[in-house]
């Protein structure tokens, strides 16, 4: 199963999940899933009181200059530490 494959599969499965991750790890999902389906962050940083679009900006924004790969591996890995804990 290739890398691609895995990382599909991992998305498919975050859907499966009965309880819902904390807010820190949907970020960190949210974040890992942009930088691998469209790299680094681009865009304006949103401001004002748009406090969810501050927080997953600045979490995909942490990611920069990470590649796909890693960023599809590293989304696999916590896809599977959530899935034990909320499936």
Known sequence: ???QEQFDAAVA???ELTKRPSNEELLRLYALFKQA???DVAGERPGGFDFKGIAKYDA???LKGK???QSMQDYITLMEQLY???A
Do not use: F, L
């Open 13 to 15: 499965r975050s859907k």
């Open 37 to 39: 389906t469209e790299g």
């Open 84 to 86: 034990q804990q909320y």
């Open 60 to 62: 995909w924004a942490e």
């Open 1 to 3: 199963m290739t890398v």
């Open 67 to 69: 590649s796909k790969e």
